[in-house]
């Protein structure tokens, strides 16, 4: 069964770091590719960026460029969003997806980051 | 940048049909995927590539592509399609787009 199980809620100030995490089990890891899905408080989804573990070819969506990255370590089949200063702005709930030619056909349970002072 | 719009909400009494569109330039030529998201849940993905169901989606619902229209089809509704859907396509512009989503209602 293809599972994709992302790490816990987190809280964070503004300023802080944080890496969010995303484990793929159930399938060939480095053989699809995984993206990152940000969803606002009330709002719909946007694409943040894509990467393919088996080679870590990454693609970022224009918004997000600059301001996440993205990474893999396929050794453990799991997948990376990191932030080096976080904003209240990035308060929402991210989702990781597998994706292939017929869309992103598998989802992580999400991951909801809340940035307050 | 590629853009795809979509109504805000639609509203459909039970039983019958409700049609949600997804417009997009020339979108008839790329491949539209669908998702349904239910309050508090994670996005399913419901049609891919223009018109096929994965295994376990209703065959109530459908898809269709041509020119600058993209449309999910849900016959037959029932309370449980109540969702947000979303549209998405794969532009080499962009790369990847999501619509800007649309509420079903279900009367």
């Known amino acids: 069964e293809v599972q994709l199980v992302q790490s816990g809620a987190e809280v964070k100030k503004p300023g802080e770091s944080l890496k969010i995490s995303c484990k793929g089990s159930g399938y060939s890891f480095t053989s699809y590719w995984i993206g990152w899905v940000r969803q606002m408080p009330g709002k719909g989804l946007e694409w943040m960026g894509i990467?393919?573990?088996?080679?870590?070819?990454?693609r970022y969506s224009p918004s997000f460029q600059g301001q996440v990255t993205i990474s893999a370590d396929k050794s453990i089949s799991t997948a990376y969003l990191q932030w080096s200063s976080l904003k209240a702005s990035d308060t929402a709930m991210y989702y990781c997806?597998?994706?292939?030619?017929?869309?992103?056909?598998?989802w992580g349970q999400g991951t909801l980051v809340t940035v307050s002072s | 940048s590629y853009e795809l719009t979509q109504p805000l909400s639609v509203s459909v009494a039970l039983g019958q049909t409700a049609r949600i569109t997804c417009g997009g330039n020339n979108i008839g030529s790329k491949n539209v995927h669908w998702y349904q998201q239910k309050p508090g849940q994670a996005p399913v993905l419901v049609i891919y590539?223009?018109?096929n169901r994965p295994s376990g989606i209703p065959e109530r619902f459908s898809g269709s592509n041509s020119g600058n229209t993209a449309t999910l089809t849900i016959s037959r509704a029932q309370a449980g399609d109540e969702a947000d859907y979303y549209c998405q396509v794969w532009d080499s512009s962009t790369p990847l787009v999501f619509g800007t989503g649309t509420k079903v209602t279900v009367l």
């Open positions: 590539r223009d018109s």
């Open positions: 990467i393919y573990p088996g080679d870590s070819d990454t």
């Open positions: 997806a597998r994706w292939g030619a017929d869309g992103f056909d598998y």
